[in-house]
């Protein structure tokens, strides 16, 4: 019997941009579930991602981007199987984030963020596919942006106890050419995995190479 799949999406996005990849793993048979966060502040989302994590008890738990942050969190005491990274945060006990983002090589992501009246960011359409999705079919790319949502980017919290990367198994995914978390601060995090992966491309391989992401997963449950 396999394990169960939850996958969690990075900023801006949505449960939606799992499709390509949900399909894939559900046509092998497996129990896939893409939460949507509300991007209301982290606190929020790592509830959200908490309660179906919860609800799906050994599961491969997947974040991706911003999502690597909430999974970290929101897998705190609960029963994991393993945690797969994908270009995404990977936080330790104390170690501010945030510091370790504004510190990195500088993305076209920043060029593309657009800072709201209401605390909201949101992502320049014009400017979101050299940021997230340059790898990526044309119309792929511009569905993508479309579906994009603001985003409250409240400080990221910073953990007070060890991460559960460091009592189960994870997995890094590096993707190499990406414009929104540079490939350096991946690696950075990549050392903390137990297995380490590289991709060609761009942010967003659950849209351009789904067949190779859903291969790294089906080995793991």
């Given at each position: 019997m396999t394990k169960p799949i939850v996958l969690v999406h990075g900023a801006?996005?949505?449960?939606?941009?799992?499709?390509?990849?949900?399909?894939?793993?559900?046509?092998?048979?497996?129990?896939?579930?893409s939460v949507n966060l509300p991007l209301l502040g982290p606190e929020g989302d790592i509830e959200t991602a908490r309660q179906v994590i919860n609800e799906k008890p050994g599961a491969v738990v997947?974040?991706?981007?911003?999502?690597?942050?909430?999974?970290?969190?929101?897998?705190?005491?609960?029963?994991?199987?393993?945690?797969?990274?994908?270009?995404?945060?990977?936080?330790?006990?104390d170690?501010?984030?945030?510091?370790?983002?504004?510190?990195?090589?500088?993305?076209?992501?920043?060029?593309?963020?657009?800072?709201?009246?209401?605390?909201?960011?949101?992502?320049n359409p014009d400017l979101a596919v050299d940021a997230f999705y340059d790898d990526c079919d044309r119309n792929e790319a511009a569905d993508a942006v479309a579906r994009l949502r603001p985003q409250v980017l409240e400080p990221f919290p910073i953990l007070s106890d060890e991460p559960s990367w460091k009592e189960i198994s994870s997995t890094y995914v590096v993707c190499k050419d990406d414009k929104a978390l540079h490939p350096e601060l991946q690696s950075t995090f990549a050392r903390r995995a137990e297995n380490v992966f590289e991709l060609p491309g761009a942010h967003s391989p659950?849209?351009?190479?789904?067949?190779?992401?859903?291969?790294i997963l089906l080995n793991l449950v």
């Open positions: 801006w996005h949505g449960a939606w941009c799992f499709q390509k990849l949900s399909e894939l793993l559900r046509n092998k048979g497996v129990d896939t579930t997947l974040g991706h981007s911003y999502g690597g942050l909430v999974i970290t969190h929101a897998s705190l005491r609960a029963d994991v199987s393993h945690l797969v990274y994908l270009s995404a945060l990977m936080p330790d006990v170690e501010d984030i945030n510091e370790a983002v504004a510190t990195a090589p500088a993305t076209a992501l920043e060029t593309a963020m657009v800072f709201e009246a209401d605390g909201s960011v949101s992502i659950f849209l351009s190479r789904p067949g190779e992401v859903a291969e």
